[in-house]
């Protein structure tokens, strides 16, 4: 182990020294002036990793003004956003760093927001972090190393464990709890025994941060490598009742005479899968959170429309629309940004579109409407129901992806001939008033709807024949049309 440790110690000082000269200028410069700086927390702890960013984290004893005038000059930015809680941001040569006071902070357990306190030693300031693999220092210029919590052990262990009692780590901050699932996550760690015990004990706490900071925690961890497990964690420890209830509530009791999936596992599984899909696709892309958040949350309906069958069948009849519509109001609740809210509920919404197609051919008009409706979604719509199929019969499996092969070739096919992408009626709004003879108002915007109906039924259609229909509907809503057609 101990061997170990000291390599993991020198590929930390190699990874240090990629970031220079950035940091070692900045530590000379605060070396020159009596201060002490350290790289700390999960710079440290990136840096033992080999993965090593070009975002820093520095602690020092030199109080926010002080550390103010010595970026002075320096950096090519400043900014001071959080200088009442001890830290400094600043930008030099493509590294963005920031800087933070020793913190010795004493905290209400009402709410998560310290009485800011500045402290005086690395010690003090080490066994106050959350977890013990951002608990970790390295001192410059000297890059000497700090390890007063067996930070070093826990990373080589891949273990997540606190520093003080977890208790107290988490009645202090209870967002702390969901950044444990978060590095499950994010890491691959696992956390030990006895924070699983007290994030399970205190789960009610979260109830205390509010529902920014949650929904940032839980993006986070979706957009990690192991999001499958960090999922888990939250269930398992009781987290997710307060932060995301819909998903627990998905494990229904199976019962032996209305065989069903469990309904949280399966969507477990189509969260990994759907993930193989975006990494297959595009292995440089980042994470697709609107995807994972589909994935994970497609089947939320379920427990609300699940109805047993005579026979010992058991039915789920448009949990997709009562899925969206949950999806809504959660996303909403926990303060995502509205593009985010209407991508992942229409998703949710379309999930089940295709097993139209695979219970019996459709149309080219049937297929129009459904590249329509998803719209730009359509790519991930379509790893999406893919990503669905979790059936362990084969020959059941091969059929549905066969199938939306199919689809997907049929689409392509129509795509090339028409330009799916930018369906629209043969007529625009312009042409529609100036055929009827009408002001801009509603009747431009029925009419415009009834020929993309109609384009999505029948195809292009030539200038002569949308000008046919415009004028018969017209005339079915008692709206006067030219006796002779006009300019065709």
């Known amino acids: 182990m101990q061997a170990r440790e000291r390599q993991a110690q020198r590929n930390a000082v190699v990874e240090l020294v990629k970031a220079a000269p950035v940091a070692e200028e900045l530590a000379q410069r605060f070396a020159a002036a009596g201060h002490r700086l350290y790289l700390v927390g999960g710079s440290v702890r990136d840096a033992l990793l080999g993965r090593l960013g070009t975002d820093l984290d520095f602690t020092t004893e030199a109080r926010p003004e002080q550390v103010r005038d010595l970026l002075t000059g320096w950096a090519e930015t400043i900014w001071d ?54 608990a970790m220092a390295i001192e410059l210029p000297s890059r000497s190393f700090i390890d007063l919590n067996d930070g070093m052990a826990d990373l080589l262990q891949r273990r997540l464990d606190t520093p003080a009692a977890p208790e107290d780590s988490f009645a202090d901050d209870p967002l702390r709890m969901l950044r444990a699932a978060r590095f499950v996550s994010q890491l691959g760690f696992t956390a030990t025994d006895r924070v699983v015990q007290a994030m399970t004990d205190m789960a009610i706490e979260i109830t205390r941060i509010t529902p920014e900071r949650v929904q940032v925690e839980l993006s986070k961890l979706l957009c990690g490598e192991f999001p499958r497990r960090g999922v888990e964690l939250l269930v398992d420890t009781g987290l997710a009742d307060h932060v995301l209830p819909e998903l627990p509530a998905m494990k229904l009791e199976i019962d032996e005479h209305h065989q069903h999936k469990d309904v949280y596992r399966h969507s477990l599984t189509v969260l990994d899968q759907a993930i193989d899909l975006e990494r297959a696709a595009d292995p440089e892309a980042a994470p697709d959170l609107v995807l994972r958040l589909a994935a994970l949350l497609h089947d939320i309906g379920k427990p609300a429309t699940r109805r047993f069958e005579s026979g010992g069948g058991v039915s789920f009849h448009h949990h997709e629309v009562v899925g ?80 939306y092969d199919d689809l997907e070739e049929r689409i392509a096919r129509i795509a090339a001939e028409e330009d799916l992408a930018k369906v629209r009626p043969d007529l625009d709004g312009n042409e529609i008033m100036r055929l009827l003879g009408v002001a801009p108002g ?31 509907w017209a005339r079915d809503q008692g709206i006067d049309v030219p006796e002779a057609p006009v300019d065709r």
């Not at 998560?112 to 500045?118: C, E, G, S, Y």
């Not at 998803?374 to 790519?379: K, M, R, S, T, V």
């Not at 509603?442 to 415009?470: C, F, I, N, Q, Y």
């Open 81 to 134: 956003t959080g200088i009442q809680f001890g830290t400094l941001g600043a930008y030099r040569h493509g590294t963005t760093i920031e800087i933070t006071t020793f913190r010795a902070d004493i905290y209400d357990r009402v709410s998560r927001n310290p009485d800011v306190a500045f402290g005086d030693t690395i010690e003090a300031d080490l066994v106050r972090r959350d977890f013990t693999v951002n």
């Open 324 to 403: 969206a519509k949950m999806v809504r109001k959660r996303l909403r609740a926990l303060r995502y940004p509205k593009d985010v809210i209407n991508d992942v509920a229409d998703l949710v919404f379309l999930h089940l579109r295709f097993h139209g197609y695979s219970e019996g051919q459709w149309t080219d008009s049937a297929v129009r409407r459904y590249v329509n409706d998803a719209g730009p979604l359509l790519d991930r719509l379509h790893k999406l129901v893919r990503a669905d199929c979790t059936t362990r019969n084969k020959r059941k499996a091969t059929a549905l992806q066969r199938a």
């Open 442 to 472: 509603p009747v431009v915007g029925r009419a415009w709807k009834h020929l993309k109906e109609l384009r999505l039924d029948r195809g292009p259609m030539s200038r002569e024949e949308a000008t046919e229909e415009l004028f018969s």
